[in-house]
């Protein structure tokens, strides 16, 4: 099994796509970011956990699940880097490998001693990148080989409807 820890603002700082949401309103780049993890995880079936810090969004501990994404935003005085730090110590086992998306240098060593691996938020960006391109080209390729009617017609058929349906006789 593979687990993607995400440092929420540490990514959504380093994406120009994010970073351009977050300067107009941060609540749009969370949601940004996690519609890209839901797709990221339908494409790769990894599990994400995305960690956001408290003291941008002060209040109590908060966990949800939002397309089939684990969303946690820390509690009061506790940053993502912490807890990022407790998850990989929980979920570490024989059978689980440990990503972490963030590109902060000091995490990035505690995380490697905990033997877990990173993914700088520039190399994510360009896996991310990739994965929305093959999605893309897979939608593409859908559309293309999908008959235009349920029930296949003759030319001559196709065309008698075609007319039909354009009012004409």
């Not at 880097?81 to 972490?100: A, G, H, M, P, W």
């Amino acid at each position: 099994m593979q687990i993607l820890l995400v440092d929420g603002y540490n990514i959504i700082g380093a994406w120009s796509e994010l970073r351009k949401l977050k300067n107009d309103k941060l609540l749009d780049a969370r949601d940004r970011l996690i519609e890209l993890m839901a797709e990221y995880k339908a494409f790769t079936g990894i599990r994400v956990i995305v960690v956001f810090d408290a003291h941008l969004v002060p209040g109590i501990e908060h966990k949800k699940k939002e397309y089939d994404v684990e969303i946690i935003y820390t509690r009061k005085n506790e940053t993502a880097d912490e807890r990022i730090e407790k998850l990989t110590l929980e979920l570490s086992s024989r059978r689980v490998q440990i990503y972490v998306a963030t590109s902060d240098m000091t995490e990035q060593r505690v995380i490697f001693g905990q033997g877990a691996l990173r993914k700088s938020a520039r190399e994510f960006e360009i896996e991310m990148i990739a994965i929305s391109s093959n999605i893309t080209k897979k939608m593409k390729h859908i559309q293309e080989n999908k008959p235009a009617s349920t029930i296949p017609l003759t030319e001559e058929v196709a065309g008698i409807f075609e007319k039909w349906r354009r009012g004409m006789k």
